[in-house]
């Protein structure tokens, strides 16, 4: 029997939410670096917290070695403030998600599946959103995070690493699911020959991500039983 492995995207793929995040970094930065960089305008959608903060303060003109020389300081203060800022934010689960995680969830019963998370998110900062919007994040074994990497594909190559790890063999990249919004989503899971399933919750249109050649594409998750055919191939 095969085994799935599904990794799902947080923003705009499970959650939305407003401004907590831009404002929790900006705090960070400036409490760490005295610096934010051009943060309001900054386009953030698919990158990771780790290639965010390093964009930002290298467009604010710092040097390379300032910037990794504090990264540590700068995660831990963002995962501090995040959290305090986030409580008055609205925040609230993608059209489909908990109705598809919980199917899945029994799929993972039954030794189907193995759910996880490939998100540019640092991890605290990920189950911190995942809580806020009731989803029960015990349902994902694994994950890859915004700080296992700067760059998502390097993310799907910890994810393809962690997901063999757990199955206890070299695994299959058809027999890995990403499942996301961005384009950087869809060329992560090319780079490890897994199959991704796109939604147009985010900034992308379905036509647009369609340009790059996605497995599959939805407007949203909640098409649950047709995108559970669509993980099983």
């Known amino acids: 029997m095969t085994r799935y492995f599904v990794f799902f995207d947080v923003d705009e793929t499970l959650v939305y939410q407003k401004g907590s995040v831009r404002a929790a970094m900006a705090l960070a930065l400036h409490q760490v670096y005295g610096e934010t960089g051009p943060i309001d305008d900054f386009v953030m959608d698919g990158k990771t917290d780790w290639q965010i903060f390093g964009e930002l303060l290298a ?40 109705q598809l995680l919980d199917i899945l969830a029994k799929e993972v019963q039954e030794g189907k599946m193995t759910l996880g998370l490939l998100t540019g998110n640092l991890e605290p900062i990920a ?56 384009p950087h989503d869809i060329r992560c899971a090319q780079a490890i020959g897994a199959r991704v399933i796109v939604t147009s919750t985010g900034r992308y249109s379905l036509t647009e991500l369609r340009t790059y050649q996605p497995t599959f594409g939805f407007p949203d998750l909640t098409p649950v039983e047709a995108i559970v055919r669509a993980i099983k191939g």
């Open 127 to 182: 189950y911190a959103k995942l809580h806020a919007v009731g989803i029960d994040t015990g349902v994902f074994e694994l994950g890859a995070f915004g700080n296992d990497g700067r760059d998502r594909i390097t993310l799907a190559q910890v994810a393809r690493e962690r997901a063999s790890r757990v199955l206890g063999s070299e695994i299959q990249g058809e027999d890995i699911v990403i499942i996301g919004d961005t």
């Open 59 to 98: 467009l604010a003109g710092l040097p390379q070695d300032v910037i990794s020389g504090k990264l540590k300081q700068v995660f831990d203060a963002y995962c501090r403030i995040y959290p305090q800022i986030a409580q008055g934010d609205s925040i609230e689960a993608c059209p489909g998600a908990a």
